[in-house]
């Protein structure tokens, strides 16, 4: 009898105690997850902030070098060269110095610019109009009047004359007899292309910047 209601005791005993084992299982592990996590995220601030503190520090490392590669103030100085229109008269040009090269800066008259206009619509070997030979360097359009040309020969590099009632009414190459009209545009002889357009700008309206 005794033995009997003991045995009942301990089975009651045990059916009620497994559901809060149970729970307290659970909770654990929820509490384990829940760490992890925050763990994690931890941790993953921790490889972004080491990520971005070592890209700044590259960034600062390799900066010294790249700004290196920059040129000084008067390397670029010396990449320009600062023209003074006012001295020069209709009809006239000078020959000035660009990084080493000769450049044409050519003061065109009324007649020059009308005649170059017409030929838009010659048979052009290098086709290009008068206005595209004007465009200045941030893409403004130039100014009639005012062409700027790279004073080298398509051809072979010689230096060309202007001449005045020549064939085509502009310069004409004495090496091999190339002759280019009033735009600089190759119309006869073995140049291919026409004189190149130096990389100008107007800095006001007596001074342009050229390069
Ligand atoms: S270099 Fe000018 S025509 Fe040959």
């Not at 497994?18 to 994690?40: M, Y």
């Not at 009209?181 to 050229?210: E, H, K, M, Q």
Request: hydrophobic share 40%; glycine share 8%.
């Amino acid at each position: 009898m005794l033995r009997r209601r003991a045995a009942r005791f301990a089975t009651r005993t045990s059916l009620a105690s497994a559901p809060n084992q149970g729970r307290e299982i659970k909770s654990v592990a929820e509490a384990a997850s829940a760490h992890a996590g925050e763990d994690t995220t931890r941790r993953d601030f921790i490889y972004i902030a080491a990520g971005a503190v070592g890209a700044v520090g590259a960034a600062a490392t390799i900066w010294p070098f790249v700004d290196q590669m920059n040129p000084a103030a008067d390397t670029r100085a010396l990449s320009t060269t600062e023209v003074d229109l006012s001295a020069i008269v209709l009809g006239q040009q000078i020959k000035v110095m660009w990084q080493g090269k000769p450049v044409f800066v050519r003061h065109r008259t009324a007649d020059e610019i009308s005649r170059a206009q017409r030929d838009d619509f010659a048979s052009l070997k290098d086709p290009q109009s008068d206005a595209e030979r004007l465009v200045q360097e941030d893409g403004q359009p130039g100014r009639p009047e005012w062409l700027i040309l790279q004073a080298s020969c398509t051809h072979l590099g010689c230096v060309p004359t202007f001449v005045e009632g020549s064939s085509f009414g502009g310069w004409f190459c004495p090496c091999h007899g190339s002759d280019y009209d009033t735009s600089g545009r190759i119309r006869r002889g073995p140049a291919p292309a026409n004189l190149l357009v130096a990389p100008y700008l107007f800095l006001n309206d007596t001074s342009i910047r050229i390069g």
